[in-house]
């Protein structure tokens, strides 16, 4: 199967700082989703990016799919964002993740 | 709209006893997947149904066996538990269309422990 690495796997902000979390994925994928656990354990869909740009309020993301890719930009993070941030890619039907980026936002 | 419904949300089994997961969605996905998430890791996949009366093993499918029920309804038994099952299993569906996939919903997932 496809490997997915992210990266960092754990980062540590202060409340209103700005961050970058990266996903590489080791082949081709017609799909790439960035998903948000919360403390709660419930998986939150951020975005669904193939390819290209998208944004919504403080998030936005990137996916270059022909170098394999994806990151995606939080900024001005509140407390609320804390959690794990996974990344997972679709490759033949199935959807392979990542061991996410644990995020920690203090007050 | 409901999405993707587990249930139950939590369950304690002892070792060799068998349950079954139930996951339904109401989107009208072709496909779903259960996975299993493992404190502090990702999530693996175990089996999925790319449609109505297909389903193929994924990455740690040993123990478990699924059911296509029709379109809607995806479960997943364990036939004899053990405790390296303990785990929190989480159902998705996603609508798919010539090897494309669209984006995937998750359920709230089954905190299982085994005893």
């Known amino acids: 199967g496809i490997q997915v690495e992210q990266s960092p796997p754990d980062l540590i902000l202060q409340e209103g700082a700005n961050s970058t979390l990266r996903c590489n994925f080791s082949?081709?994928?017609?799909?790439l989703q960035w998903f948000h656990q919360n403390p709660w354990g419930q998986l939150i869909n951020l975005f669904y990016i193939p390819s290209g740009t998208k944004q919504n309020g403080r998030l936005s993301a990137t996916t270059v799919a022909t170098e394999r890719y994806s990151l995606l930009y939080i900024s001005s993070s509140q407390t609320t964002d804390s959690g794990v941030y996974f990344c997972?890619?679709?490759?033949?039907?199935?959807?392979?993740f990542g061991s996410g980026t644990k995020l920690n936002v203090k007050p | 709209n409901a999405g993707v419904t587990q249930t139950p949300k939590f369950q304690v089994l002892k070792t060799g006893q068998s349950m079954t997961l139930q996951c339904a969605q109401d989107m009208n996905h072709n496909s779903m997947y259960w996975y299993r998430q493992d404190p502090g890791m990702g999530l693996r996949l175990i089996y999925y149904s790319a449609s109505e009366g297909t389903t193929d093993k994924g990455e740690v499918p040993n123990g478990y066996n699924v059911s296509r029920l029709n379109k809607r309804e995806f479960s997943l038994r364990l036939e004899s538990a053990a405790p390296s099952q303990t785990s929190v299993y989480f159902c998705?569906?996603?609508?798919?269309?010539?090897?494309?996939?669209?984006?995937?919903?998750f359920g709230q997932g089954t905190r299982l422990t085994v005893v």
């Open positions: 082949d081709s994928v017609n799909n």
């Open positions: 998705a569906s996603s609508e798919s269309f010539g090897g494309q996939n669209t984006e995937a919903f």
């Open positions: 997972a890619v679709v490759n033949f039907n199935k959807f392979y």
